[in-house]
């Protein structure tokens, strides 16, 4: 088991940058892999970025690619999410989720196990 908690949401202008932090309890975040999703308001939760348990494979959904760094420090139990160039439809409460074990990388909400409660992320024009 694994308890997970999201910092580092806030307001911030188009074409900027800020960084999501998830902090991770227990001893076993190694063996889980890692991902981020996002929920805007009155739209269904959507799947923005997972990442392995070594952190040497990612996966992104195509409207954040190449904008977004997932990334991961096993040794400080956590898992970031950079966020360049963001745009107003970026706004969304982003959740951090986990699943034990290596299963490739999920993409679908029904996969992990273990989520956050959010944080807000709110782009102005």
């Known amino acids: 088991q694994v308890q997970l908690v999201e910092s580092g949401g806030g307001l911030v202008q188009a074409g900027g940058s800020l960084r999501l932090s998830c902090a991770a309890s227990g001893h076993t975040f190694s063996t889980y892999t890692m991902s981020w999703f996002r929920q805007a308001p009155g739209k269904e939760r959507e799947f923005v970025a997972a990442i392995d348990q070594s952190g040497g494979s990612t996966y992104y959904t195509d409207s954040v690619k190449g904008r977004f760094t997932i990334s991961r420090d096993n040794a400080k139990s956590k898992v970031y999410l950079q966020m360049n160039s963001v745009k107003p439809e970026d706004t969304a409460v982003y959740y951090c989720?986990?699943?034990?074990?290596?299963?490739?990388?999920?993409?679908?909400?029904?996969?992990?196990?273990?989520w956050g409660q959010g944080t807000q992320v709110t782009v102005s024009s």
């Open positions: 989720a986990g699943r034990w074990g290596d299963y490739g990388l999920p993409y679908v909400s029904r996969a992990y196990d273990y």
